[in-house]
């Protein structure tokens, strides 16, 4: 399932690359795609519903945020997905999940399955 804003995404994204000016840094995190929670929050019906998600809220995968911004002009992008806490967890695996996370992030394997994007881009 593809959602679709009333906004625009690459719009606001030229927009916001017009407001920082030349040199100025974008950073920002949103949910990653390709982690299951994510996908099952953000790409299903019931899961919005389940999340209580507003209708705008959006997750992407990393190649998709990197090519929206590079379309609307934004250069020296990283896209880097990080952190396998999620939500609703219960707290008696926080310890042991952030014991390997470091070691799930740096992993080829595993890392793109974290639940967050962190992106950072200039202008």
């Given at each position: 399932m593809v959602y679709r804003s009333r906004f625009l995404l690459p719009e606001v994204l030229v927009r916001l690359r017009t407001l920082v000016?030349?040199?100025g840094t974008l950073a920002?995190?949103?949910p990653n795609l390709l982690n299951p929670f994510c996908a099952f929050i953000f790409g299903t019906p019931p899961g919005r519903r389940w999340a209580r998600l507003d209708p705008d809220e959006m997750a992407f995968s990393a190649g998709h945020i990197r090519r929206l911004l590079a379309e609307a002009g934004w250069h020296d992008i990283s896209v880097s997905t990080r952190d396998f806490l999620i939500p609703g967890l219960p707290a008696s695996w926080s310890?042991?999940?952030k014991r390997v996370e470091p070691t799930l992030e740096a992993?080829?394997?595993t890392s793109?399955?974290?639940q967050s994007n962190f992106i950072v881009?200039?202008?």
């Open positions: 000016g030349p040199g920002f995190i949103e310890g042991p999940i992993t080829r394997l793109w399955l974290a881009a200039r202008a």
